[in-house]
């Protein structure tokens, strides 16, 4: 029986600026989205040569390919943007470092990298085969000798990673075969770009800079777009969970 989700996103309360992106509610469903490839039974062993699906080989475990692939990508990435949140939020210092906006824009970030990681971990946990063995495990990392109580670091890296967001979502969305998670994708990195900008702002209020040169060509008018093994080697930096992406370009 093929495995299929369907993903319902709840109205946002948009007097909350937290609750302005909310997606949950996925459930399995006879009828909804298919994540390609996804058509083996519960009970069925799972080819080692299927590399469409995330999983364990040669001892490590490898995101994938295809839409599989992507969504594992992203997952690994929003883990990252949200465990970093995380810690600047609980740090000892954030309510005397930053002012009350800045702990406003910080605080927003923190709640919607943790939705958009647990949909992820949602979608990929109800869509694939034997979710227990091949679902993409929490990852480690470390930042080294990064200060989370000092604002110029906090910041610098928020802006290093939100810039590596957008332009990862940018570049993979060519590979999505799914137009329902073509969609989805673009959703999320809009609300991505908000992010950067948001914190590019902070940086240097009263500028340019929340749509600066560096991420936007000022020719096309477009963002920068990375192919997935451009943006792990940056973000691979800061994860310390041995995985490869032998199979996304």
Do not use: W
Not at 66 to 92: P, R
Not at 148 to 154: D, L, Q
């Amino acid at each position: 029986m093929k495995n299929e989700v369907k993903i319902h996103e709840v109205n946002p309360l948009l007097s909350d600026r937290r609750s302005f992106l909310k997606i949950s509610g996925l459930t399995l469903v006879s009828t909804g989205l298919l994540l390609a490839g996804c058509s083996h039974d519960d009970n069925e062993d799972m080819p080692i040569d299927d590399t469409s699906l995330p999983g364990i080989r040669n001892g490590v475990f490898d995101l994938g390919s295809g839409d599989f692939g992507v969504l594992t990508y992203a997952y690994a990435l929003e883990q990252l943007e949200a465990d970093f949140y995380t810690k600047v939020v609980n740090a000892s210092s954030f309510n005397s470092v930053f002012n009350d906006i800045e702990k406003q824009v910080l605080t927003d970030l923190y709640h919607h990298e943790v939705i958009h990681r647990d949909f992820f971990k949602a979608a990929l946990s109800g869509a694939l085969p034997k979710p227990s063995t091949q679902l993409l495990p929490s990852l480690a990392f470390n930042y080294g000798a990064m200060n989370f109580n000092s604002r110029t670091e906090v910041l610098a890296t928020a802006k290093a990673l939100e810039d590596t967001g957008v332009a990862a979502y940018n570049g993979a969305g060519k590979l999505i075969k799914s137009a329902d998670y073509l969609v989805l994708a673009g959703k999320i990195v809009s609300v991505e770009a908000r992010h950067a900008s948001a914190i590019r702002s902070l940086i240097n209020p009263n500028s340019k800079d929340f749509a600066g040169d560096d991420v936007v060509n000022a020719t096309t008018g477009l963002d920068v777009a990375k192919d997935p093994s451009k943006i792990l080697a940056v973000a691979g930096g800061f994860i310390t969970t041995p995985f490869t992406a032998k199979y996304l370009p």
